[in-house]
């Protein structure tokens, strides 16, 4: 099943043009904010990007009109009931799920993959095998490492290739074997930005007859999500990395969930995603979620050219594809930026030829400066980045930078203005030593 195509109007809005890019940005709160004369550059998106204002309102509409408990007699707990079950529905389109009741919500991504590792474990035999990469995540490593001792199952690691930061497809043929039970493997990097060929691995994995668990928190704010034409049997993503608010969100495929045994309380449902969700669901931030679904709805038909009467699927879609081609030209913006900046190396994918390959986040050290000096130096001067291993445990070990403080992260997202771009890349440049030569005016 391929993603359904949004009707198109004669003629949509390029979302990256000046006054366009207003429109968007005027739609973020946070945006707003001032560093001295300059605006607050937001550049830290991969830790969490910041949220529409019609998600701020739906939360507080929430906890004004119909603040209550799952499945009460009584109006507002109804009224609750059905926020949560349209947070579910909505949810289930983002991702191309068949059915609401394959997506379920937890506190986080983390939390949901412990929950389902553990579940999984349970039916694992000493021997059995589990396939994991030294670029993903290490909330999509440490939950099967831990059934390593737990259950005594095998753990098979499939490197990168240093030069461009992308997995060793080689080694993952290798790595797959009758005794594979799991694949585990992230959607894109959270720290090198590289988006990995799943639809692939996932043939691969189902090919050995494993079972397949696909990160998507990097990719969600960045691509269109489509779990049925992915493939896979699981997948797993967090609203926060995506305009919304603090939750993560699990998709499971019906069987799976349903043949699995939760860990819950005996009088929760069996049935899923009730039997995923462990305690009550924090129905504010449903109801937010909502009104950041509401946000990429009209992306969607402002920006992406869906007209009535797309449904919220397609506007969904076309709105992650209207967010792709415009962050398509910042990452072009970027790399060329960034690459004229003296002693800066990038790591991952380079090649602007290749740039569909990749998603706007980008990891680089500075020569003569460690990580964190040039993360605390751009924070003086209102720009948000990171720094160290964010969690990408493994690869910062294979680039061989753990004892170095890891790198520099870039994460841009749709809201980002172009002038953020050149602003970094100056402030780097002044960084980079007193004697570097001025840019060049780009004609």
């Not at 949509?12 to 904010?33: H, V």
């Not at 098979?156 to 993952?172: A, H, P, Q, S, Y």
């Not at 797959?176 to 691995?201: D, E």
């Not at 896979?232 to 993503?237: G, I, K, S």
């Amino acid at each position: 099943m391929t993603s359904p195509q949004p009707r198109r109007a004669d003629a949509s809005a390029r979302m990256s043009s000046g006054a366009q890019l207003a429109r968007i940005r005027a739609e973020f709160p946070a945006l707003a904010r001032m560093h001295g004369d300059l605006p607050y550059s937001y550049l830290d998106g991969p830790g969490g990007t910041q949220m529409p204002r019609r998600a701020i309102a739906a939360m507080t509409d929430y906890l004004e009109r119909c603040n209550a408990n799952h499945e009460g007699a009584f109006p507002t707990s109804r009224e609750s009931d059905e926020v949560l079950a349209e947070a579910h529905a909505a949810a289930a389109d983002f991702l191309g799920a068949s059915d609401a009741s394959e997506v379920a919500f937890g506190q986080n991504m983390t939390t949901l993959t412990f929950a389902v590792s553990r579940a999984i474990g349970r039916s694992l035999k000493p021997g059995d095998e589990i396939v994991v990469t030294r670029m993903d995540h290490d909330a999509n490593v440490a939950p099967w490492l831990a059934l390593q001792e737990e259950r005594g199952v095998v753990i098979k690691w499939v490197g990168i290739r240093r030069t461009d930061c992308t997995l060793d497809m080689d080694e993952f043929e290798r790595a797959l074997s009758p005794r594979t039970r799991m694949v585990a493997v992230g959607l894109a990097s959270n720290a090198v930005g590289t988006l990995n060929p799943v639809a692939r691995i996932v043939e691969m994995a189902h090919a050995a007859g494993a079972q397949t668990y696909v990160d998507a928190v990097h990719a969600a704010p960045h691509v269109p999500i489509d779990v049925v034409a992915m493939g896979t049997d699981f997948l797993v993503c967090s609203p926060y990395k995506f305009f919304g608010p603090h939750l993560g969100l699990l998709y499971g495929k019906r069987e799976r969930l349903e043949q699995l045994a939760s860990y819950k309380v005996r009088p929760a449902s069996d049935d899923a995603p009730g039997k995923w969700e462990t305690g009550t669901l924090p129905g504010e931030s449903l109801a937010a979620l909502l009104g950041t679904f509401g946000y990429l709805e009209w992306v969607g038909s402002e920006f992406g050219g869906a007209v009535p009467p797309a449904s919220r699927r397609e506007r969904l879609v076309a709105a992650m594809g209207a967010i792709r081609e415009t962050e398509r030209g910042l990452a072009l913006q970027a790399l060329a930026s960034l690459g004229e900046v003296p002693g800066l190396e990038i790591r991952g994918i380079v090649d602007p030829a290749r740039i569909d390959e990749r998603v706007p986040t980008f990891a680089f050290t500075l020569e003569g400066a460690s990580p964190h000096q040039v993360a605390s130096e751009l924070g003086k001067r209102g720009i948000a980045t990171w720094d160290g291993d964010y969690y990408a445990y493994e690869l910062i070990r294979a680039l061989g930078l753990e004892k170095t403080g890891g790198m520099v992260r870039v994460g841009l997202a749709h809201y980002n203005d172009p002038v953020e771009i050149e602003r970094l890349a100056q402030a780097l440049r002044e960084l980079s030593g007193p004697h570097s030569a001025p840019r060049p005016d780009r004609t």
